[in-house]
């Protein structure tokens, strides 16, 4: 697969989950994928794994500088940066009136903050080199109400809107800007924020959605790859919602 041969991508939170995911799927599409992480062993582990044309680099979203210095780590490695998948993000449930300002704002740094940042890093390496593609994730978070996750929904929400602002702003330099909203995904960050091992999580049924279960990563990687691609050129400003049905309406009761 070569659909995106000669490309460069950037995508965060890319050692492991969603992350990894897309990254393996950009990788088989022949771009130059750059994995970047704060999970070094594991970003540097998928890179040897992907070989050829797969490049890690350390970066918390959440710090100008951190993404300063992976972009220009990137540009000398490999040229500038055509493509960002604004993927980093931290999943907190919590009642409202029990979270602290700390844990707030700590949610809105990576989430919300850190796809500010990628996209305003990025946006002149794109503009300069003709044209480019970011690709934000929120969630379906990001167009409707989360229960115990009032910070997280927040920061979707904005991920969501800012999208829509920045396709109007970035539009004339022909850089396109869109956002994938997934449903409830058999990832890490799942695992990690309901303590609940990963096999118990995918065999358990799933009532919320019409499929009956939750996704697999390798299911929303796709989507991410045709909004990078050329192959969406005259798509940018929209959201795209891959949840397995969960948000299409009232839930069909059992027969």
Known sequence: MTGLAGKVALVTGAARGLGASISRQLHSEGAQVVLADMRDDEGNALAKALGERAHYVHLDVSSESEWNAALGAARKRVGPVTILVNNAGIYRTRATIEQSVDEYLQIIRTNQL?????????????????????????????????????????????????????ALEFGPSKVRVNVVCPGAMLTP????????????????????????????????????????????????GSEFVVDGGLTAGVKMPPP
Do not use: W
């Open 114 to 166: 850190g796809t500010f940042l990628g996209m305003r890093t990025c946006f002149a390496q794109m503009r300069d080199a003709g044209g480019g593609s970011i690709v934000n994730i929120a969630s379906t978070a990001g167009i409707e109400g989360v229960p115990l996750a009032l910070a997280y929904t927040a920061s979707k929400h904005a991920v969501v809107g800012m999208t829509k602002a920045a």
């Open 189 to 236: 960050l799942l695992v990690e924020s309901l303590n609940v091992p990963l096999s118990a999580l995918s065999a358990a049924p799933f009532a919320n959605s019409p499929m009956g279960r939750m996704g697999d990563p390798s299911e929303i990687a796709p989507t991410v790859v045709f909004l990078a691609s050329d192959a969406s050129s005259y798509t940018t």
